[in-house]
């Protein structure tokens, strides 16, 4: 009973992983799965996330831009003591052949001055400008947030 269990679990994860995942391709760069949590209304910003995995020569993550936000920042994440602090970075750069992950926690792009608050299921476009491939448009799904830190509730 407990085998039958856990290959349901495994079979249900595995169809959300297919449900959520798209991607895009800019050259030799591929930008996997970029979401963005759902916030709450009156919530000033929101954090977007995506995986970026460059294939072709070292390149770095310039700028973001999206209609809805006032303005993007890249922003970096730490623990200085038992505060998470962010801070905005002026690209995230994309060594050849290496993966860098945006996410929770971690580097992330942060869509600052909301228009209106992002729901569960909505999409939106984001452009991201790189060094050298140049400019993108990628397609940013708005997922429920799962239980982390409000972005808000963050230090800047
Ligand atoms: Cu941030």
Redesign the pocket.
């Known amino acids: 009973m407990k085998f039958k269990f856990a290959l349901t679990g495994l079979v249900l994860s595995a169809f959300c992983f297919l449900a959520h995942a798209h991607s895009f391709k800019l050259g030799e760069i591929s930008i996997g799965h970029p979401y963005a949590r759902a916030t709450a209304a009156g919530q000033a ?1 929101g ?1 977007g996330y995506l995986k970026l995995e460059n294939k072709g020569p070292d390149d770095k993550l310039l700028s973001a831009s999206a209609d809805v936000a006032a303005s993007v ?1 890249l ?1 970096s ?1 730490s623990m200085e003591g038992d505060v998470m602090r ?1 801070r905005q970075v002026d690209g995230i750069a994309l060594p050849k052949g290496k993966t860098v992950e945006l996410k929770p926690g971690a580097l ?1 792009i ?1 869509l600052v001055g909301l228009k209106a608050p992002l729901k569960d299921g909505d999409k939106f476009p984001l452009k991201l400008r790189f060094e050298n491939a140049g400019e993108v448009i990628v397609t940013v799904n708005v997922e429920a947030g799962g239980g982390e830190l409000k ?1 808000d509730m ?1 230090k ?1």
């Open positions: 910003s954090g920042e922003h994440m962010m992330h942060m972005h963050m800047h």
